[in-house]
């Protein structure tokens, strides 16, 4: 095994009733960008979106 497989970061592919990887994520929110952690959400129902080209500047 090569360093360069070693270092590779291995990706989640969630099905039905995974739990979410820890993770925190900029987002906007009331005009601002912050940050919000998973961790913040703990026991409550939460939807993530993500749509990654709206918003983008051209």
């Known amino acids: 095994m ?3 497989s070693q270092n590779e970061q291995q990706h ?3 099905t039905r009733d995974d739990q979410a ?3 925190s994520a900029s987002g906007f ?3 601002e960008i912050k940050t919000f952690e998973l961790e913040q959400y703990k026991g409550k129902w939460l939807l993530l979106f993500f749509y990654p080209s709206d918003f983008t500047p051209v």
Request: hydrophobic share 35%; proline share 8%.
């Open 12 to 14: 989640f592919y969630a």
């Open 2 to 4: 090569t360093n360069e």
């Open 29 to 31: 929110l009331n005009g």
């Open 21 to 23: 990887p820890t993770f």
